[in-house]
Structures are given as structure tokens and as C-alpha cells.
């Protein structure tokens, strides 16, 4: 009998690992937004701006991978945010059928001015923890994503 309601226990969501971190990423994905639409800029437009902030001059394909977002949808993430003067494309030199992709002044300075509002939702989110414990998450978290890889 204590086997099965321990797996009656584990059965629920509020036990699951995969819901909880699902459901965890989701209120984090909300809370960003609210605050990035309020100038202007979409999630999956910070994640591409985050991206080429760390490596600029990458091919489409490197963006999509780095940042989880299938092609098609980072392409047209890409014509809005070029026609926005936020992002240039150019044609790769040893491969014509790729693009490289790079931030213009104004799409570094606008990355660099959205930093404060991804710091402050980084901070409510390691808010109910001290520093030793949002280390540990973080290398847990890391730990279980490779093993995902």
C-alpha cells in the first residue's frame, strides 16, 4: 500500500520535474515579456539581440541553434528587426546561400539598454534564494539540460 500511494504522490504535478520546470519557465517567459513589450520589444527578439551580444557575425542557422527558435520563425524575426535598423544581414563570403547576421550601432545600444530589465527579472526569480543556493540551482540546472543534449 506504501508503494502505491507514494506513486499517487509522484504522479502529481506539483511532483513532476518536467512540469514544474515547464511551468516555472512559463511565468518566467510572462514576467519578461510584460516588461520588454512595454518597450516595444518581443521575447523571441531579446533572446536574437541576447544572442549577438555574446557573438555577433553568425550564420541564421548558429543564431536558431543558439537560441532554440526553429529557422522560419528566426528569419521573420530577422526581416522585422532588420527593416527596424536593429540587426544587419550580409551573405556569407565562402557560402552565398547563408546569411551572417550582426547587430547595427543602434541594435548594440538597444540590447545594451534592455539589460536592466532582464537583470531585474533574473533577480525576482533568484529572489527567494541566497547566493549559495542560486549557484547550486544554476548548476543543476545546467546539469540536467546537457543531459538532455
Known amino acids: 500500500m506504501k508503494s502505491a500511494q507514494k506513486s499517487d504522490e509522484e504522479a502529481t504535478l506539483e511532483n513532476s520535474l518536467g512540469y514544474l520546470v515547464r511551468d516555472t519557465h512559463r511565468l518566467i517567459g510572462k514576467m519578461l515579456n510584460s516588461r520588454l513589450e512595454r518597450v516595444g ?38 526581416r522585422a ?45 533568484g529572489g527567494p534564494l541566497n547566493d549559495k543556493e542560486r549557484a547550486q540551482l544554476i548548476t543543476l540546472v545546467k546539469r540536467v539540460r546537457q543531459g538532455l543534449e
Not at 518581443?42 to 526553429?70: D, P
Not at 550580409?90 to 539589460?115: H, I, N, P, W, Y
Request: with cysteine; aromatic share 4%.
Open 41 to 78: 520589444i518581443r521575447v523571441g527578439h531579446w533572446y536574437i539581440l541576447r544572442s549577438l551580444l555574446q557573438e555577433e557575425n553568425i550564420t541564421q542557422r548558429e543564431l536558431s541553434a543558439r537560441i532554440g527558435m526553429n529557422e522560419p520563425n528566426v528569419v521573420t524575426s530577422l
Open 81 to 125: 528587426l532588420e527593416k527596424q535598423d536593429i540587426i544587419s544581414r550580409t551573405v556569407d563570403e565562402k557560402d552565398g546561400r547563408c546569411k551572417r547576421v550582426a547587430l547595427t550601432k543602434a541594435g548594440r545600444e538597444l540590447a545594451f539598454s534592455l539589460l536592466p530589465i532582464v537583470r531585474e527579472v533574473n533577480d525576482i526569480i
